[in-house]
């Protein structure tokens, strides 16, 4: 879903009772980093400066400026590398052009992503799936370009493709998305091809003659099967009737197009990701995050294991709970890491959940791709980010 954070203003939380140093670092920090030693924040005692909201004020106990990194955990090191830096490579003002959907097309080496529903959206209107080239991003950097703002090329995608709301792939050749649908018009999954004249093909758009709710994100497994997730949030910005099914996860076969739920009692199931092999899959549910905002309610990435012969998701426990808004979009990086869009930037963990440190936005990135190796692409909405770090990606599984 487009999460985001309620009001514009940002409230940069500054523990200014803590003298802060570069905790107990034995390393040398990478550029635009700072260590964040647990021991100096620990005990805040009765006059600390305790966050009230986790929505509206983010964690940034250096009062550093975004963008920069924040390292936890001394293995964050192995992916950011030495020369890890982030720079905006893309923004407009006034549209809201990369929101969500990021897909890496390497035989191009393009980024596509959808535009957010709330700018010029209309019930004729569809949002827009634009792209970027990544040559243009590294001959704006190689040219040392103190600003960085590449040309964005929209694709005229038919309106049966309403809202575009998650993407993956390219799967054999085409992008693969996930639509919230409209009105009437149901949620679909959406094959498009990147290349002219971007014909589409909808694979999906029932259960059973039954719509679902609002299709949030895709990922596809290595077995060559589509899982994705169904929230409610097109009910919720009153973009689609109320809810007829619960909000779930499914499996889609592209051949034969049969579908089934794999996994349900979410509150709003997000972001998906699956690791390299396949046996376990990350499910972000973002319920705090409602026509009422309520930090009680889940902002969590569950884990899964799949099983292998139903594929059904089962031993459900929690992965990561996020302590700035909730998890949007999802990735995994080769070694197994994972990381989340959330309300302060891209959060990273292990394959345990011990949080290594954060891209540190200072805003909410709603969803991000690697686009290659080193290349995390982060969405912002009327931002894109390029972080250049040393993980990699794990390829797409049928590009
Ligand atoms: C860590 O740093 C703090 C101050 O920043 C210091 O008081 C403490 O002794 C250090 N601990 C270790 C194990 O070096
Ligand atoms: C907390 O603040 C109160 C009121 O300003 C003060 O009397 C007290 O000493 C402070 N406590 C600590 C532990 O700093
Ligand atoms: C960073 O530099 C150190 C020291 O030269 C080296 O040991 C380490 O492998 C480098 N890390 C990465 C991720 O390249
Ligand atoms: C922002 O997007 C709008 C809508 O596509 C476009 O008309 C405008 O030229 C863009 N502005 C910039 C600075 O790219
Ligand atoms: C989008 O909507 C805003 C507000 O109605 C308007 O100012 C702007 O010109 C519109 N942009 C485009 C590209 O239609
Ligand atoms: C960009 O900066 C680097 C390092 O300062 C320098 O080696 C390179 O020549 C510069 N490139 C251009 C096109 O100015
Ligand atoms: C199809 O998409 C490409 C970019 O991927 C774009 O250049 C081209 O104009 C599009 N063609 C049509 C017919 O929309
Ligand atoms: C686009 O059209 C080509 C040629 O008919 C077809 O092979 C391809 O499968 C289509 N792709 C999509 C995504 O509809």
Known sequence: ???????????????????????????????????????????????????????TELFNPTASSPPFFQIFDESFLDIIGNNSF???????????????????????NEVFFASSLEANSSIDLNNRIGKISMTDVENALASNASVINVPVSELDIPDTVQLANGGTGPFKGSLVFVTNGRGARPPSVVLVNPESPNNTTVLLDNFFARQFNSLDDVK????????????????????????????????????????????????????????????????????????????????????????????????????????AGGPDGLQVDKNGNVYAGCFDGVQIWNNEGVLLGKIFMGTTVVNMVFAGDGRLVMLTGSKVYLAKIAAEEIPPFFP
Not at 8 to 31: D, E, R
């Open 1 to 55: 879903m487009p999460l985001k954070r309620p009001g514009a203003l940002l409230h940069l939380l500054v523990y200014a009772t803590l003298s802060y140093a570069q905790g107990n670092a034995t390393f040398t920090l990478p550029p635009q980093s700072v260590f964040i030693d647990t021991r100096t924040y620990a005990v805040l005692g009765a006059n600390g400066t305790f966050r009230q909201d986790s929505n």
């Open 86 to 108: 982030i720079r905006e490579i893309a923004s407009n003002d006034t549209f809201a052009f990369a929101f969500e959907a990021p897909i890496y097309n390497k035989n191009t």
């Open 220 to 323: 596809v497994h290595p077995s060559g099967k589509f899982f994705f997730t169904d929230s409610t949030y097109a009910s919720i910005f009153q973009t689609r009737p109320a809810p007829l099914i619960p909000p779930q996860v499914y499996r889609l076969d592209p051949d034969t197009r049969a579908v089934r739920a794999v996994a349900t009692g979410f509150d709003e199931p997000n972001g998906i990701a699956f690791t390299a092999d396949g046996a376990t899959a990350y499910i972000g549910d973002t319920g705090f995050f409602e026509a009422v905002v309520d930090q009680t309610k889940p902002a969590t990435i569950f884990a899964f294991d799949v099983d292998e012969k139903s594929q059904v998701f089962k031993n459900r426990r929690i992965f990561a709970y996020i302590d």
